[in-house]
């Protein structure tokens, strides 16, 4: 990170370099409050609340017709997306959650609690926990109704 950062300097990017210090602090600021160097899936987490954090950030600036900002986050989130693990298809997905739902063997969204928690540490910073809710609450819908 710290050579991109010295690359976005030289080229005078100041949005990449705006984010890309964004995302050290916060790491730092992560290391700082749990007293420890983070671990890869430690750096990959706090970089995937920065990408869910912007992902809001732009659907309430779009809400609130704020097009500057939405640019802005939009360049934001592309830097921090560089950062994260490829994300899943939503057909990859589909099959952890069967998987999921076979192994847990959950038969209703009240198995969802049990369910979620199998699936996060297999998903963390692959795939946007909004999408792996939708996902899980479909398919546990069609067992219910199967």
């Not at 199998?118 to 999408?131: E, S, T, Y």
């Amino acid at each position: 990170m710290e050579d991109d950062i010295r690359s976005a300097m030289r080229s005078r990017n100041q949005e990449r370099l705006d984010a890309l210090r964004f995302i050290k602090s916060q790491i730092q600021l992560t290391e700082k409050n749990q007293q420890k160097d983070l671990d890869e899936p430690g750096v990959i987490e706090v970089i995937a609340k920065q990408a869910k954090e912007r992902r809001e950030s732009i659907q309430m600036f779009q809400e609130g017709n704020r097009t500057d900002l939405v640019a802005k986050e939009t360049v934001a989130l592309a830097v921090v997306e560089e950062y994260l693990p490829p994300q899943m298809t939503r057909e990859d997905l589909v099959k952890i959650v069967e998987e999921a739902i076979q192994q847990v063997g959950a038969i209703s969204a009240r198995d969802k609690g049990k369910l979620m928690g199998r699936l996060m540490p297999l998903v963390r910073g692959k795939a946007d926990g909004a999408i792996v809710n939708a996902v899980v609450t479909e398919l546990l819908e069609k067992a219910e109704n199967a």
